[in-house]
């Protein structure tokens, strides 16, 4: 049993914010029961997304409600705030948070009180100054941008097909993602494999007549699978008559043409940003001590240092490596490293309540896999590389392997199993995006002002 009451906050419900209460609340189930304990988990969003498999979703393969875990279903026993939090004075304890609701009163924040704190609020994606990319580019963190970009995907593909303007259609068949990490990797190669597909149902475009390009800024894609493996990507990406141009930035997207480093100019109506993320602002919102790069200082044992009372993990936290050969080596921010970290986290935090001795974080890392589009990718594993079909398999058998919830692996194997007996489905449903349009447009008998084009289009 834990010594006195506590009150715990957790900020975030992605990877460590669910995992850590889902584990808090099997740990101290007693303790909740008897009211000695109690979990708040403030969230942007009522459910977790499992990143890895954004770019199946975006090529139909996944249905995206399956790729999202509803946070109230699982965490049954804690209490779901949706809202962000704003700032976080931890010398008092204390934390400042809106909600739909305090939006809707106009009452401001409001003030929440706690003992013990988590920090996982993720990252967000890292934006550059460019020209345009505020006003042109699509992200892909979230399921909603996942399934946004699909819909735009298609509907450039009917665009190309109903014009008779061969500048329109040169632009809305043009396709730029820059960022060679996994995000931009998987994303590109599972699109480009949807679109190939879905141009043998239009009787004017052919997949020659479509240009995907890549562009990642070093000299090597995907650096976590290794050189070789890096090498054998690119090689396979420019087989299927993809662009890949490394050591090139992005130095404009402004009036939809896509200017890059080496001089090339691409007129396209579609520019994915992939280029990376950076720590959650909410960071910067506090009095915990910070990394150059504004992550948590943290301690192996998933400790804010030098306070107590506060705890951290995932991409939010700069967790020292303690399997690494070179000192001063941090954890990578990734689903890897993040699923193991919330486990011990959640571990520790209860040891603490309960005056036991700490554990410490320690896992090598075991590997990367990817995928490059259906029956492709690559794997690197515990020493052993794989390419093609075996890489592909590989890469669902892992990810299947770590989707959280019974309910949700049932589901997504259900729906591999279903995609290998039948098509793929290539509708667009671009409307969802602006679910009044029609009937505005019904109503008041003139389009709606936002969006100001084709009130059933994803753009």
Not at 23 to 43: D, H, Y
Not at 135 to 162: C, P, W, Y
Not at 211 to 222: F, P, Q, S
Not at 232 to 242: A, D, F, H, K, P
Request: aromatic residues 6%; hydrophobic residues 40%; charged residues 25%.
């Amino acid at each position: 049993m834990v010594k006195e009451p506590a009150r715990i906050l957790v900020v975030g419900g992605g990877y460590v914010g669910m995992y850590t209460a889902l584990r808090l609340q099997r740990k101290l189930k007693r303790e909740l029961r008897e009211g000695l304990a109690e979990i708040t988990v403030v969230t942007h969003d009522p459910y977790m997304t499992y990143q890895p498999f954004l770019p199946e979703a975006a090529a139909g393969s996944i249905s995206p409600r399956h790729v999202v875990v509803p946070l109230r279903r699982v965490l049954d026993q804690c209490r779901i705030v949706i809202g962000e939090v704003r700032t976080i004075d931890h010398t008092t304890r204390t934390a400042t948070l809106t909600t739909l609701a305090t939006e809707e009163e106009g009452t401001g924040a409001r003030r929440l009180t706690y003992d013990e704190l988590v920090l996982a609020p993720g990252s967000v994606s890292r934006a550059l100054p460019i020209p345009g990319l505020a006003d042109h580019a699509i992200g892909f963190k979230t399921v909603e941008e996942a399934i946004g970009l699909r819909n735009h995907v298609i509907e450039q593909m009917d665009i190309a097909s109903s014009t008779r303007d061969p500048e329109v259609r040169d632009a809305a068949l043009t396709f730029v993602f820059v960022g060679g990490g996994y995000a931009g990797v998987e994303a590109l190669g599972e699109l480009e494999d949807m679109a190939r597909y879905a141009a043998r149902h239009y009787h004017n475009v052919t997949r020659e007549d479509m240009k995907w390009i890549l562009v990642e800024a070093t000299g090597r894609i995907l650096p976590e699978v290794g050189e070789d493996l890096g090498s054998y990507t690119v090689s396979e990406l420019r087989r299927r008559n993809i662009d890949v141009r490394l050591d090139t930035r992005l130095t404009s997207c402004a009036e939809r043409v896509a200017v890059l480093s080496d001089g090339a100019r691409f007129p396209t109506r579609t520019v994915v940003w992939t280029a990376g993320v950076k720590p959650h602002p909410v960071l910067a919102s506090t009095d915990l001590p910070l990394t150059d790069r504004g992550r948590l200082r943290c301690t192996p044992q998933l400790t804010v240092e030098s306070v107590t009372h506060a705890w951290a993990a995932g991409d939010a936290a700069a967790v020292p490596d303690v399997t690494a050969d070179e000192p001063g080596t941090l954890c990578a921010p990734n689903a890897q490293h993040a699923v193991r970290q919330a486990k011990v986290l959640a571990d520790n935090l209860v040891h603490a309540l309960r005056g036991e001795p700490l554990e410490t974080y320690a896992h090598k890392y075991a590997g990367s896999v990817a995928s490059l589009g259906l029956h492709k990718g690559v794997a690197h594993v515990y020493g052993r590389k794989l390419k093609g079909y075996p890489a592909w398999l590989m890469h669902r058998a892992y990810h299947l392997s770590r989707v959280p919830t019974l309910n949700r692996k049932a589901r997504v194997l259900a729906e591999w199993t279903l995609s290998g007996l039948f098509k793929r489905e290539i509708v667009s449903l671009g409307s969802l995006e602006h679910p009044r349009a029609e009937f505005e447009l019904a109503a008041s008998g003139k389009p709606s002002q936002d969006p100001p084009r084709n009130p059933k289009g994803s753009s």
